[in-house]
């Protein structure tokens, strides 16, 4: 049976969390980037990457090794335009923050920067800091492994041995809104199979496998035991991307891979990041003329029946963000009830947070 599901006024659902984050003891500025966030992905439709997440990072932050508040990130190697970064375990909308900050100055000085970034809590949408290079004028490149619990199959293979492991790339236009494309490399991201639990609902087809390996579209094959897999997107071409992600992301800048079966709450990832500033390849104008020139030549596809048409990377999720700013912000009772009973483990009147989230 599919759960009720409640609006939140964007505004009204931020000051709620705000306190809910305050709980974790975090400084006003952690409070606020970690909130504007989680919000920002549920604004966009990515509601696996939102204020669901919290409370797994409440249990992060109680066990031996995990979440650490009020951590900032650190530059450990220095090469002028390659970093290698540490987050300490830090909130990774906090790391994930400021070591953007420091790639996009490195990228204006030098007109490239290689960034490796390691020990870093879950950086959550990937977009984000795509977003934040674009809104620079840089163009960026992110592959991520992910360190928890193994929920990923390999291409022909019947148990999960790799994390979500996304990819995204980060362009900007002059002219129009910056094409952000962000991706897990399964098929769904594994928030998904929670949101889908918790809203009662199927997965797709072809989605998921259960504990034997066969194909299931039960969501609770990824929420509680016995865990089955998602699958990759795109059979065998997934894996391979999964595959990269995971030397990139994990051996190369968190100096870690996963290869075990930890049970633990935590997400840690690692990242490589490639800033470059288009404006110093010397092609002056021409790469936005052409970059428009394409993008309208295929937006003039004729729609297939059903559709709203061809969207480039990026829109639905503007377009999603227009809708629940009128709308509302959906979450479900069973996530949102998951949020009140966090809040008082952190210490937080969950009454107060329900009646924050509730105001017009």
């Not at 920002?40 to 031996?64: F, Q, V």
């Not at 051996?251 to 110093?280: C, V, Y």
């Amino acid at each position: 049976m599919a759960a009720q599901t409640h609006f939140f006024n964007a505004q009204a659902l931020s000051t709620a969390i705000k306190q809910v984050v305050k709980g974790f003891g975090s400084e006003p500025l952690e409070v606020e980037l970690v909130t504007d966030n989680l919000i920002e992905a549920n604004l966009t439709g990515h509601d696996s990457h939102g204020i669901g997440m919290l409370p797994r990072y409440a249990l992060s932050l109680k066990e031996a090794g995990g979440l650490q508040a009020n951590a900032h990130v650190s530059i450990r190697v220095d090469h002028g335009t390659m970093l290698g970064l540490d987050g300490h375990a830090g909130f990774g909308q906090v790391i994930g923050h400021e070591a953007m900050l420091i790639g996009i100055e490195r990228t204006k000085q030098h007109g490239s920067c290689i960034m490796s970034l390691g020990n870093v809590h879950h950086l959550c949408r990937i977009g984000a800091w795509a977003e934040m290079a674009t809104a620079a004028g840089l163009i960026s490149i992110h592959f991520v492994n992910v360190m928890s619990k193994p929920v990923v199959a390999p291409w022909d293979g019947a148990d999960g041995r790799f994390g979500t492991n996304p990819f995204c790339v980060g362009i900007p236009i002059e002219g129009r809104s910056p094409v952000i494309l962000d991706f897990a490399t399964s098929v769904i991201a594994q928030g998904k199979t929670r949101v889908a639990y918790n809203k009662g609902i199927e997965l797709k087809p072809g989605q998921m496998i259960d504990h034997e390996g066969k194909p299931t579209t039960n969501p609770a094959y990824g929420v509680v035991p016995p865990f089955g897999a998602i699958k990759t997107f795109g059979e065998h071409k997934g894996f391979g991307l999964s595959l990269v992600c995971e030397l990139l992301g994990g051996a190369l800048s968190a100096g870690q891979t996963l290869h075990d079966r930890s049970t633990k709450s935590r997400i840690f990832n690692g990242m490589l990041t490639i800033l470059i500033d288009p404006n110093r390849l010397g092609k002056g104008n021409l790469f936005v003329e052409e970059s428009l020139a394409f993008l309208e030549w295929v937006k003039q596809s004729a729609p297939i029946e059903g559709t709203e048409g061809v969207k480039i990377a990026g829109e639905p999720e503007q377009m999603t963000k227009a809708e629940r700013l009128k709308t509302g912000i959906p979450v479900d009772e069973n996530t949102w009830r998951e949020i009140l009973q966090t809040s008082e483990i952190l210490g937080i009147d969950s009454q107060e947070i329900d009646t924050l989230a509730r105001a017009s």
